[in-house]
């Protein structure tokens, strides 16, 4: 599916009054469009503002509506970076920078590249790279440190693989690809 820049969009329809960004960054609904026939094909019914986002999976808060008969989404921080700052270069993301996804006041929000917001993902929030080597990786039990210790015991010979992945809480495969060096081959 081809990427589409929907913050234009929304800005559209915040002109229309449908909804409203205020200057801490919250989106409200403040009109709800009733559909219908004829030359009153859709119709903007006014509304007692209510908070737009939602939650999304991820952590981050979201927007959706329908137009021109399908359902779209935005991320409420680009939509409030768009609106309230101004125009979002193409192939840029919008940083948080104090790590709060939820947090989308403008002076929270920065316009970075992508290795920017990654490079701020590691340093701030402590984000590991799923495909990093070693401590690096999110995914790790194990310390570099601690590859190192189960080598050595293993090399001693008083303990089975088994025995060693009981002992520091992971499976029997992943003390064999540590000794077999298949897995930790960074590790001297």
């Known amino acids: 599916m081809r990427f589409v820049n929907l913050e234009p969009i929304f800005s559209e329809l915040i002109e229309s009054g449908e909804f409203r960004v205020d ?19 859709s119709k903007l019914i006014t509304i007692t503002p209510e908070r737009a986002e939602y939650v ?13 008969g ?14 309230l700052v101004g125009p979002i270069p193409n192939g840029m993301c919008i940083n948080h920078l104090d790590g709060n996804k939820a947090n989308n006041h403008p002076s929270n929000l920065e316009v970075v590249d992508h290795a920017g917001n990654m490079e701020h993902a590691r340093r701030v929030l402590g984000y590991k790279a799923k495909g ?45 690809k540590i000794i077999t060096r298949t897995g930790w081959s960074h590790i001297q």
């Open 23 to 41: 200057s801490n960054g919250t989106i409200w609904r403040c009109g709800k469009r009733r559909h219908g026939v004829g030359p009153t094909r």
């Open 132 to 176: 990093a080597k070693g401590e690096r990786n999110r995914k790790v039990v194990l310390t570099d440190e601690l590859v190192r210790v189960i080598r050595i015991i293993y090399g001693v010979g008083q303990h089975t693989q088994k025995e060693l992945g009981d002992l520091f809480g992971v499976c029997q495969t992943a003390i064999s």
């Open 56 to 68: 999304t999976s991820n952590g981050y808060l979201n927007v959706r509506t329908f137009y021109k």
């Open 70 to 83: 399908r359902v779209i989404h935005v991320s409420a921080h680009r939509l409030v970076r768009h609106v």
